[in-house]
């Protein structure tokens, strides 16, 4: 599915996108914890879980950006993806650094304000600005 100009200027992932436990996945896990014991000790959950949740997430976030000229907010709605420490629950680490280095931290309560200043710095929205 392509979105382009304005038909997506916003993406909102809400939650993150882990795969779904089942005995079948366990084993997968398993399977790459023994394959790869000499090169992490978690390889199980890196390839078998956090691996397609990131990839998932990324692509969901892509059709935000689909040429050059495009742009818009994608926001990542989950305590997980910012730079707080969560455990190996902690997503924000998997991005690629060069993606990284534009997560944002912002507080819930400043989403929708900091989404009214970028809009407003590109000349993308219409009216008066929303009262606090």
Do not use: C
């Not at 436990?21 to 078998?48: H, K, N």
């Not at 818009?72 to 997980?80: F, I, S, T």
């Amino acid at each position: 599915m392509s979105f382009d100009g304005d038909d997506a200027r916003t993406v909102a992932v809400v939650g993150v996108p882990y795969p779904h436990l089942s005995e079948r996945m366990e084993a997968v896990q398993d399977a790459y914890d023994r394959a790869f014991a000499d090169r992490s000790r978690d390889a199980g959950w890196e390839y078998a879980v956090e691996i397609p949740t990131i990839r998932k997430t990324r692509q969901a976030l892509g059709r935000v950006i689909r040429a050059p000229d495009d742009f818009g907010v994608r926001a990542l709605l989950d305590k997980r993806y910012t730079s707080a420490d969560m455990g190996k629950y902690s997503v924000r680490d998997a991005f690629p650094p060069e993606e990284r280095g534009e997560l944002i931290d912002i507080g819930p309560e400043k989403l929708k304000f900091a989404m009214l200043n970028f809009y407003t710095d590109h000349d993308a929205y219409d009216g008066p600005p929303p009262e606090p």
